[in-house]
C-alpha cells in the first residue's frame, strides 16, 4: 500500500465531487430510463437533463464566488442554488414529497466545502423549498404520483428526518473541527508537547 505524504493529503472522494461526478450522471440516466417506462411523472426526458445540467452549471458558476465563512452571501446564494436544482429535480418526478433526503446530498457537499457551520443554511434553505414544493404539489401545479393525503404526510416526515440527519451531521462535523483547531493551536503555541503534532 503506497504511503501518502501529509502535504499531498489522502486522495479521497469528498461529498462535492460525489455530487457531481457520481450523484448527477446517475440521477440522470436513472430519471431518463424510469422516463421511459412510464415509472415517474409524464414529463419529457429532456426536461430531466434540462434541469441537472442547468443544475450543475449554475452551481459550478455560483462556486466561483468566494465565500468566507457560513455567514456570508456567497454562501448563501451557493446553497440556494443546489437546493433549488434538487427540488426543481425531485418534484418533476411526481414523487418529490418521498424524496426529501435527496437534499442531504447538496448539504454534505456544502458542509463539505464551507464548514460544518453551514447546515444551518443548508437546512434552512432545504425546509423553504420543500414547502414550496409541496404547495405547488397542493395547488396541482406540480406532477403527483400518490394521493394527496400521502403526499402531505410523506413530505412532513420526510421534511422532520432530513432536519434531523442534518442538525447531528453539523454537530459531530463542529466537534470535529473544534477538535482540529485545538490541535493546531497546541501544536504552533505548546513547543513541547505539541511538537509530534505539528506535521499533522
Same mark, same amino acid.
Given at each position: 500500500?503506497?504511503?501518502?505524504?501529509?502535504?499531498?493529503?489522502?486522495?479521497?472522494?469528498?461529498?462535492?465531487?460525489?455530487?457531481?461526478? $457520481?450523484?448527477?450522471? *446517475?440521477?440522470?440516466?436513472?430519471?431518463?430510463?424510469?422516463?421511459?417506462?412510464?415509472? *415517474?411523472?409524464?414529463?419529457?426526458?429532456?426536461?430531466?437533463?434540462?434541469?441537472?445540467?442547468?443544475?450543475?452549471?449554475?452551481?459550478?458558476? $455560483?462556486?466561483?464566488?468566494?465565500?468566507?465563512?457560513?455567514?456570508?452571501?456567497?454562501?448563501?446564494?451557493?446553497?440556494?442554488t443546489h437546493v433549488a436544482g434538487v427540488?426543481?429535480?425531485?418534484?418533476?418526478?411526481?414523487?418529490?414529497?418521498?424524496?426529501?433526503?435527496?437534499? &442531504?446530498?447538496? &448539504?454534505?457537499?456544502?458542509?463539505?466545502q464551507s464548514g460544518a457551520r453551514t447546515?444551518?443554511?443548508?437546512?434552512?434553505?432545504?425546509?423553504?423549498?420543500c414547502a414550496v414544493g409541496q404547495t405547488?404539489?397542493?395547488?396541482?401545479?406540480?406532477?403527483?404520483?400518490?394521493?394527496?393525503?400521502?403526499?402531505?404526510?410523506?413530505?412532513? =416526515?420526510?421534511?422532520?428526518?432530513? &432536519?434531523?440527519? *442534518?442538525?447531528?451531521?453539523?454537530?459531530?462535523?463542529?466537534?470535529?473541527?473544534?477538535?482540529? &483547531?485545538?490541535?493546531?493551536?497546541?501544536?504552533?503555541?505548546?513547543? =513541547?508537547?505539541?511538537?509530534?503534532?505539528?506535521?499533522?
Amino acid at each position: 500500500m503506497p504511503e501518502t505524504s501529509v502535504s499531498e493529503g489522502p486522495k479521497r472522494l469528498t461529498p462535492r465531487l460525489l455530487v457531481f461526478a $457520481v450523484v448527477v450522471p *446517475i440521477a440522470m440516466l436513472t430519471l431518463v430510463g424510469l422516463s421511459a417506462f412510464g415509472l *415517474i411523472a409524464d414529463v419529457p426526458p429532456w426536461a430531466f437533463v434540462a434541469v441537472l445540467g442547468g443544475t450543475a452549471v449554475s452551481s459550478l458558476l $455560483v462556486e466561483r464566488w468566494k465565500t468566507a465563512g457560513p455567514g456570508t452571501a456567497a454562501m448563501h446564494a451557493r446553497v440556494a442554488t443546489h437546493v433549488a436544482g434538487v427540488t426543481a429535480v425531485i418534484y418533476l418526478t411526481g414523487w418529490g414529497p418521498a424524496l426529501g433526503m435527496a437534499y &442531504a446530498f447538496s &448539504a454534505f457537499a456544502d458542509m463539505e466545502q464551507s464548514g460544518a457551520r453551514t447546515w444551518r443554511a443548508a437546512l434552512g434553505w432545504s425546509l423553504v423549498a420543500c414547502a414550496v414544493g409541496q404547495t405547488l404539489v397542493w395547488f396541482g401545479w406540480a406532477p403527483l404520483l400518490m394521493r394527496m393525503t400521502s403526499a402531505m404526510t410523506v413530505g412532513f =416526515l420526510g421534511a422532520l428526518t432530513f &432536519a434531523i440527519v *442534518i442538525r447531528m451531521a453539523g454537530a459531530t462535523g463542529e466537534d470535529r473541527e473544534w477538535a482540529e &483547531a485545538q490541535l493546531a493551536h497546541q501544536a504552533l503555541h505548546e513547543p =513541547l508537547t505539541g511538537l509530534p503534532n505539528r506535521q499533522l
